[in-house]
């Protein structure tokens, strides 16, 4: 039975393998299918298709964004992107750009509450990758000012901390157009509908896909069975695809096992047939 994977991040984003690393560990795990998908970047794509040659594993290019959806902030996978496409390149660029404009914004809110942290040790933090509050959390630990990346979140970076800012990003709308316009499928990325209840949660879904989504990521590293029950009626009655993966991101989610989520996650081999018909691959 295949192995599948279909998000992961690595260190062009808030993971903590490089591409090349992350695809040594999918091969040593024996999965036959990962998806990269980092936040507002494709470039570690070409590393790791690099590293994929002569592997029989098969990598499909992703990526995943972040939108705002009815006042809240949601994310959103593109499989199978043209990392090509020069006006998508031109797009990822303008949204990594909010990135530093919020983490600014999360600085400034640290140091009214007494915690002075500089971009340039954010930055470094980061490296190469894709900029974002994990990596203010690391300074943060390592600096004293807590002890775990739990910590940071819960009371200062996470929705409910003091010094929470929400990044400014474009209509949902937007995000699954540019996808499509790159060649990609949009989808629904780890679908909590936090705060609302099954009817509006069902509301929220019919939105989407009338605004464009054509996937629901059913098979999510830390749902239980009756979360991924509850998506998988919505993606059949909205005729959605159907997607899977851990949202592995390393040593940075440390409960999280790359092909494995918390333990029980299984993606179905369908789920990449159906994602293949409609990508036409
Ligand atoms: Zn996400
Ligand atoms: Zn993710």
């Known amino acids: 039975m295949s192995r599948i994977d279909l998000h992961t991040h690595t260190t062009f984003s808030d993971g ?100 002075d942290i500089s971009l340039a040790e954010v930055e470094q933090t980061a ?9 203010i959390a690391q300074v943060l630990i390592a600096k004293g000012h807590v002890t775990s990346m739990k910590e940071a979140f819960e009371g200062l970076l996470g929705s409910h901390g003091d010094a929470y800012v929400q990044r400014a990003v474009p209509e949902a709308r937007d995000i699954i157009g540019w996808i499509i316009d790159a060649g990609g499928i949009p989808v629904l990325a780890h679908p909590y509908w936090e705060g609302l209840n099954k009817e509006d949660s069902i509301a929220a ?17 830390t749902f239980s069975a009756r979360h991924i029950s509850f998506n998988l009626g919505l993606a059949r009655r909205f005729d959605l695809l159907m997607t899977g993966g851990s949202d592995f991101h390393g040593t940075l989610k440390p409960d999280i096992a790359l092909g494995k989520g918390r333990g029980s996650l299984h993606v179905p081999p369908k789920v990449m047939e159906r994602l293949r018909q409609a990508a036409g691959c």
């Open 16 to 115: 903590s393998f490089a591409p090349t690393d992350l695809i040594d560990l999918a091969s040593q795990q024996g999965l036959d299918i990962l998806a990269i998908t980092d936040h507002d970047t494709t470039d570690g794509l070409f590393e790791a298709m690099e590293a994929t040659k002569n592997l029989p594993l098969e990598l499909i290019p992703g990526v995943e964004l972040s939108a705002q959806f009815q006042n809240r902030e949601v994310h959103i996978l593109g499989y199978f992107i043209n990392v090509t496409d020069s006006q998508f390149q031109l797009r990822l660029k303008t949204l990594r750009s909010t990135r530093i404009e919020r983490i600014r914004h999360i600085l400034d809110r640290l140091h009214t509450l007494g915690i």
């Open 127 to 135: 490296g190469t990758g894709t900029i974002g509050r994990p990596h």
């Open 205 to 221: 879904c019919q939105t989407l896909a009338e605004q464009g989504l054509q996937g629901l990521e059913v098979f999510y590293g």
